[in-house]
């Protein structure tokens, strides 16, 4: 059948070709399969040793297969196939793949392990190689304080031998008696009237000193021979001649403002005699005074008295200055209100009617106390305390007749500024606070660390920070001002360490605030990069303001003690990083300003390292300003818990005159006792001014606990009693707030009100101030304002309008006023508007309703029918407001005028009386009695729905008028009110309302305080009650006449059976369409109107938008103007909503809802706060938030 040849076991069998193959190829597949199965057991490491069987017996010798002739002879004589080979090759690569993978696994792991012990053992060297240098260092330390010590031991062993040589030279060798040497060397022949030693501690007067008196009364810089020949009249009298020991006064300088009065004794004249003598002359002086003529012409032409007094200690001369100051800030208000046409009492102005006690430093006029240097201090808001003494604002403004702000102001421009400077070590705002709060200008650096990389701005109850961090420091830079005295930041700049803001401050000119932070630990090169950057940019940034600047050279300063030297010179040697800092100085025309001469080598910086030496590496620096020595307050670092302590000098900034602030603060009746008689209009400015208060802010004060923390804390100097401090004061303010949050949801507004006011922007107005001065701003909102309010054309408009008042109003039929009528009135009042010129707030009104409805119903009566206005009246507050957050131009700030209290009041009775017969029916208007912004909104939204529903190209067109309520001509207002009051029985009501359209002034302060006044005789009186409802039915009467105009036309397309083409509120006019040409000849209608008005629309306001199936032209003429349509998907902004026809009916809903979230997002830390959700849930509550914060 076959060849029985034997086979080699190694041979190769013949391969099969495919065609022999093509037969039995299922068989052969499944006879491979058993074969692979038995081959894999048989190779090594299989772990199997049976045979695999052949699959279902098929291998049964019968086949002429090859293979199955071959399976069917014996298993070891069989030659191998290429198929086998392979597998039993791959078997044994698999195998040493295997080995080699755990070979290098092992190899790994080994040299892992070799690197960690390396490394190790490289931190062990590390670290004791740093030891190693500790130990050295400190070896050198020792070693330098060892010889210092033994040079101080010689030197003490020395002075000690001298001193016995001394002794016992003096002593002839007897033994020595110390306490008889002592008697010997201060012994003092006592005689009568000899003054006794003063207490140890407590400045005393030489010997000179107290026979010297000071003569004054001249005027400052006065000539030295004005002041000799006016003293000799006096020194010349008989009564005096004989007292004195000279005969002309003695005068230091060319110019001067006293003079000196030297006295010796006479032979054996006594002190006692002498000083009898020197009263003699003050005796004299006060029977007999002397006018001196020369002080008329800087006192306000009154002459000065001549005054003589001793020559005073320092603190006697710091308690006489305070009541000098007091008493020339008082003459000085007064006199600046009395020039300006302002009113003012007459005997404020007048030196002889306050009463000064020098010796205690305390003033007094009539039965106010001004301030006091000895005296201790009342509390309350309106006392400010300064370093002489303290001071009661709210007393000055009563005496001077001026406001509390403009009095304050007053005050804070006569006391010097301090400016501080302090590396805080990573401290937070709140501690530093605690710590600085008695400073007003602050430079720190190593600022908390904050999430905020650039720019960062801050506000704490007592300063505003400013800060800035660059993204490679850890730590930024900042600088504080005190509230009361910043105004706005105009400028800023800043480096990788360094930051400047060029501030402009209340009172005083605008200022660079700067703060450096050196590097340190690092090359000389480095340091210099970093310096010369900060060099380079503040050199060319505004060079010509003045500058202070707050430095951590991180490099130890040396300064020249010697007086023959310029104060607080360098020495000329010092290092490149010295060097790189004095180059800063002097290229950016800088002076380094010296410490006291005793601090000069005081350390300013302590490492907590205990055994390292302090450095003095920090440096306050100006340019253009004069500042007082630095003072270093060592004891600070404990403070806040850093390891740099406290630089501070007193600076002396160029005092600026604002005009006065007009006080609008709501105010409250004080007092239990009744309101005194009010009979007329004096008499009811009078109880506003005398038994009304501003309310109290609402911010937190540090209670008796934490004072006597702080006290107890500096007295100790003790880091642990600090932190309880600030531990206390942390709990305190957590508890302040909670307290604050519960009095919110209750209800009470002046606790929101106080809530509210921490979120207001503050210096929003710098970049209006950016390149201009507060005067040229002022003048540019001027003219801005008096374009729109001012109608050349009709300089006599009063006249006209009394001619109108005469032909046509009637007073023969009023009615007088009842008690209901001015409730209703004063109940749609609120308690919390800002009050108008006449100061008279609704409180006050409101109690007068309850203890004098009569008189106050009369007085109601009498100025109605009064034929002219109250003169306060022609004159309203003027506040510029921001429309944008950072406005760049006179045309982004909203006027707001605040009109008087009362004339608020009468207004709105005349309009609850005669309002009825002036409003009329419209369909097309949504403002008015018994409309509502819903209407107009409801009428859109169904138009959009109505497009988008039947696929209509229909156009939404929105229109602006310009100027609304400042254009209208008010002889246009006065026809309209003619028109609806000419034959009602409201001939006195309408005389009254035409009398608000008088010209009137508008009298305010720009952004930088400087003041504007603008007169208006055209628009409609802003801050009235009237002037918002009367110009929304004057464009109800323009839509009326615009479709009773026969040329008016209705679309004719699709949208031909719309009950409605348009509507209006107020100043915004809304139409909508599906023709355009209709469209257009409608609008021109409506700008005819307007034209006779006065008005005009703004066509870069106007919006128009179309569907997407909308196909004609894309502009419409408004105003012989073409406008173009907005893009598709883009949105009109109508009442404060979105609307656009590709969006659904939900974008009003998202726009509701944001409105409400904004407030909502402002009011989360209350929400979380405890309280019932029961009261933080009622409507009246959330809407008030809602309202306060949109």
């Not at 200022?511 to 340091?527: M, R």
């Not at 002097?586 to 490492?607: D, I, K, M, Y």
């Not at 305190?732 to 207001?760: C, Q, V």
């Not at 005469?806 to 009023?814: G, I, L, P, V």
Request: aromatic share 6%; hydrophobic share 35%.
């Amino acid at each position: 059948m076959g060849d029985h040849r034997d086979h080699s076991p190694t041979e190769i069998a013949d391969e099969i070709s495919d065609d022999e193959e093509l037969p039995e190829v299922k068989e052969e597949k499944e006879d491979l399969e058993g074969e692979d199965v038995r081959l894999l057991s048989e190779l090594p490491g299989s772990g199997s040793g049976r045979k695999s069987k052949n699959k279902r017996g098929r291998n049964d010798g019968t086949s002429t297969s090859p293979e199955k002739k071959r399976d069917a002879g014996e298993p070891g004589d069989l030659p191998m196939t290429g198929r086998e080979l392979r597998r039993l090759l791959a078997g044994h690569l698999q195998d040493v793949k295997t080995e080699v993978r755990g070979a290098w696994k092992e190899m790994d792991e080994r040299i892992d392990t070799v690197a960690k012990d390396v490394g190790s053992v490289a931190q062990e060297v590390k670290k004791e190689r740093e030891k190693t240098k500790g130990v050295t260092e400190r070896v050198q330390r020792l070693e330098i304080l060892g010889e210092e010590t033994r040079k101080k031991v010689e030197s003490m062993e020395k002075e000690l031998v001298d001193f016995k040589k001394k002794g016992e030279s003096s002593h002839g060798g007897g033994q020595a008696d110390p306490w008889a040497q002592y008697l010997r060397n201060n012994k003092k022949d006592d005689k009568p009237g000899d003054t006794p030693p003063g207490p140890t501690g407590r400045e005393e007067l030489s010997e000179e000193d107290r026979r010297t008196m000071i003569v004054g009364g001249w005027a400052q810089d006065t000539k030295k021979g004005t002041i000799i020949e006016e003293a000799k009249a006096f020194l010349s009298r008989d009564d005096v001649k004989n007292l004195i020991d000279q005969q002309d006064l003695l005068v230091w300088g060319p110019r001067r403002s006293f003079g000196a009065l030297k006295f010796k004794p006479r032979g054996d004249e006594t002190e006692s005699s002498l000083r009898d003598r020197m009263w003699g002359v003050i005796k004299a002086l006060r029977s007999n005074p002397v006018t001196l003529q020369s002080s008329a012409a800087d006192n306000g032409g009154v002459a000065k008295n001549m005054w003589v007094q001793f020559v005073k200690t320092k603190e006697a001369r710091k308690r006489s200055q305070h009541c000098s100051l007091l008493r020339r800030l008082c003459l000085e208000v007064a006199r600046d209100v009395q020039k300006s046409g302002e009113s003012c009492r007459p005997e404020a102005t007048e030196e002889a009617k306050y009463e000064c006690d020098w010796a205690a430093g305390t003033i007094w006029f009539q039965d106010w106390k001004i301030g006091s240097a000895s005296h201790r201090a009342p509390r309350g808001e309106s006392i400010k305390v300064i370093s002489s003494g303290w001071v009661d604002v709210q007393a000055i403004a009563n005496i001077t007749g001026v406001t509390f702000t403009c009095a304050l102001q007053a005050v804070e421009r006569e006391i010097n500024k301090t400016f501080a400077s302090w590396n805080v070590g990573g401290q937070n705002y709140e501690k530093i606070e605690v710590a600085v709060r008695e400073f007003d200008l602050v430079a720190v650096q190593e600022i908390s660390r904050t999430e905020a990389v650039g720019w960062d701005e801050r506000e704490t109850k007592s300063f505003m920070w400013f800060a800035h961090r660059d993204e490679q420091q850890w730590r930024g830079v900042a600088v504080g001002v005190a509230k009361d005295l910043f105004d706005c930041v105009i400028d800023k700049m800043a480096t990788s360490n360094g930051a400047a803001w060029l501030v402009r401050l209340r009172g005083h000119k605008r200022l660079i605030l700067a703060s450096l932070h050196c590097p340190t630990g690092v090359t000389v090169a480095k340091y210099q990069e970093v310096v010369g950057t900060f060099k380079q940019k503040l050199k060319k940034w505004h060079p010509d303001c003045p500058a202070t600047v707050g430095v951590d050279v991180n490099e130890v300063i040396q300064w020249t003690s010697s007086e023959d030297e310029e104060p607080g010179a360098f020495p000329v040697r010092g290092g490149g990083k010295i060097e790189a800092f004095l180059e800063l100085l002097g290229s950016c025309r800088l002076r380094a300003c010296p410490p006291e001469v005793h601090a000069r080598g005081v350390p300013t910086h302590f490492p907590r390292d205990a055994t390292r030496v302090g450095r003095h590496i920090d440096v306050i620096a100006s340019r253009l300003v004069r500042m007082g020595e630095v003072k270093i307050v060592e004891a600070a670092r404990t403070w806040i818990i850093t390891d740099h302590a406290l630089l501070f000098a007193d600076i002396y900034l160029f005092r600026k005159w604002i005009s006065p602030r007009f006080d609008t603060r709501p105010r409250w009746v004080h007092g239990a006792e009744p309101l005194p008689p009010v009979n007329n209009l004096e008499h009811l400015y009078e109880a506003a001014k005398n038994r009304t208060v501003a309310g109290k802010v609402r911010q937190y004060e540090d209670d008796e606990e934490v004072r006597d923390a702080v006290r107890q804390a500096k007295a100790s100097g003790d880091k642990c009693e600090w932190k309880g401090v600030h531990a206390i004061r942390r709990r305190k303010l957590r508890m302040w707030k909670s307290e604050r949050f519960r009095k919110i949801w209750a209800g009470d507004w002046s606790w929101y009100r106080g809530y509210k006011n921490e979120k207001n922007a503050r210096g929003w107005w710098g970049t209006l101030l950016a390149n201009r001065s507060a005067e040229d701003l002022a003048a540019d909102a001027g003219k801005h304002l008096e374009e729109k309010m001012w109608d050349d054309t009709k300089p006599s408009w009063d006249e006209t309008l009394e001619t109108i008042i005469a032909a046509n109003a009637k007073t023969n039929d009023f009615r007088p006023v009842q008690a209901e009528e001015v409730w209703g009135a004063l109940e749609g009042m609120k308690a919390q508007a800002a009050l108008g010129p006449d100061g008279v707030s609704v409180p006050l009104l409101k109690q007068l309703m309850h203890e004098q409805p009569e008189q106050l119903c009369r007085l109601v009566d009498e100025t109605i029918l009064h034929p002219s206005l109250p003169d306060e009246w022609h004159k309203s507050f003027l506040a510029l407001l921001a429309k944008v957050s950072t406005p760049t131009g006179v045309g982004q700030l909203r006027p707001i005028a605040m009109s008087c209290t009362l004339q608020k009041m009468i207004t709105r009775v005349v309009m609850n009386r005669c309002f009825d017969s002036i409003r009329s029916t419209c369909r097309w208007a949504s403002s008015g009695k018994g409309r509502q912004v819903a209407d107009l909104i409801g009428a859109v939204s169904r138009f959009r729905d109505h497009c988008r529903e039947w696929r209509l190209h229909g156009i939404l067109l929105k229109l602006d008028i310009r100027g609304a309520f400042d254009y209208i001509h008010r002889s246009s207002v006065a026809d309209f009110l003619v028109t609806r009051l000419g034959n009602s029985p409201h001939g006195a009501e309408l005389a009254f309302l035409l009398r608000l359209l008088s010209t009137n002034r508008l009298i305010g302060q720009a952004p930088g305080g400087a003041e504007v006044e603008v007169k208006a005789n055209r628009g409609i009186r802003q801050g009235s009650p009237e002037s918002a409802e009367l110009f929304g039915l004057i464009i109800q009467q323009v839509m009326v006449e615009a479709h009773e105009d026969p040329r008016w036309r209705k679309c004719s397309g699709e949208l031909d059976d719309l009950p409605l083409d348009g509507g209006c509120f107020q100043d915004d006019v809304v139409m909508w369409g599906d023709e355009i040409h209709v469209m257009e000849n409608n609008v021109k209608i409506i700008v005819e109107l307007l034209a006779k008005l006065g008005l005009r629309l703004a066509a870069e306001k106007t919006g128009i938008i179309v569907t997407p199936y909308y196909r004609g032209p894309r502009s419409m003429q408004i105003d012989d103007k073409p406008v173009a349509f907005l893009e598709q998907g883009e949105s009109i902004r109508i009442l404060g909503l979105d609307f656009c026809f590709e969006d659904g009916q939900s974008q009003q809903a998202k726009c509701l809802m944001g409105r409400f979230g904004r407030p909502g997002a402002n009011m989360l830390n209350s929400l979380k706060d405890q309280g019932a959700i029961t009261t933080k849930s009622r409507p009246s509550v959330l809407s008030c938030r809602v309202h306060g914060n949109g």
